[in-house]
Every structure is written in C-alpha cells, then in structure tokens.
C-alpha cells in the first residue's frame, strides 16, 4: 500500500510553507509608522521597559525606553551609548520577548509534529512499517 507514503509528504510539505510564508514576510521592508502611532506604542510600554524597534530597512533594536520626547526618543542598548531615534526611523514596537502569534505558531507547529508522529507510530503498529 503506497497510500500511507502521503502523510511524510503532507507534513514535509506542511513543513516548507510555514517556513517559505516565514522567509517571504521577512523579506518585505515595512513602512515607517505614523509619528502618533509610535509615540502612543512607546507610552504603552512605558519608559524604563524593555523594547524591540524594527527600523524600515528590516533592522532590529533591542534596549529601554530612556525618554520619548515630541519628535524622537531616546533607547539604551544593553551595551553601547543611548540611541536617539526620530519616529520616522520606527516601523514596528514590540515588547522584548515573543509575540503573542508567534507563541500561537509555535503551540501549533508542535502540536502538529506531535500528531504527525503519532500517525506514524500508528501505522507502524498496526503493520504498516515497510511502508515508511
């Protein structure tokens, strides 16, 4: 039975587009975002808090929040003197960890490698290994 050869398939396959819809988002520059936008993203996060800041270029800086001022504001980097950065340079604010999506991705992408495997054991049991 050449049947249950499709589920390494559908999973290896499964595989590459996560990972080829990943590359593709990573390759688009974003826009710079709106000045107000920024500054109301920054008072968010609060003066003092860590920070990650993605320039339009596709650059990420990681440091706190120093001050936020009505043109730029300033971050320090964990080494390295204090940045001053106008809100023009700013095309996303996230917090210093993980997102929220892409823990969500992360549970999925386990869970289904988790059933993949169990499949694979099942069939394997059940007679199926020279199939594999």
């Known amino acids: 039975m050449r049947t249950f050869r499709l589920v390494p398939s559908l999973a290896l396959l499964l595989c590459l587009c996560i990972i080829g819809t990943d590359i593709a988002a990573a ?10 936008t ?3 993203k920054l008072h968010h996060h609060g003066v003092g808090k860590g920070v990650k800041i993605t320039e ?3 650059s990420v800086i ?3 929040i120093v001050s936020i001022d009505a043109d730029s504001f300033q971050l320090q980097p964990k080494h390295g ?5 106008a809100y023009t340079q ?3 604010v996230n917090g210093p960890g993980l997102s929220k999506g892409a823990k969500i991705g992360i549970g999925v992408a386990a869970g289904i490698g988790i059933f993949v495997i169990i499949v694979a054991i099942a069939l394997r049991n059940d007679g199926y ?3 594999f």
């Open 27 to 36: 390759a688009t520059p974003a826009a710079p975002l709106e000045a107000a």
């Open 38 to 40: 920024t500054i109301h």
């Open 56 to 58: 339009p270029d596709g």
């Open 62 to 64: 990681k440091g706190k």
């Open 81 to 85: 003197a204090p940045l001053q950065l």
């Open 90 to 92: 700013v095309s996303a």
């Open 129 to 131: 290994a020279h199939d």
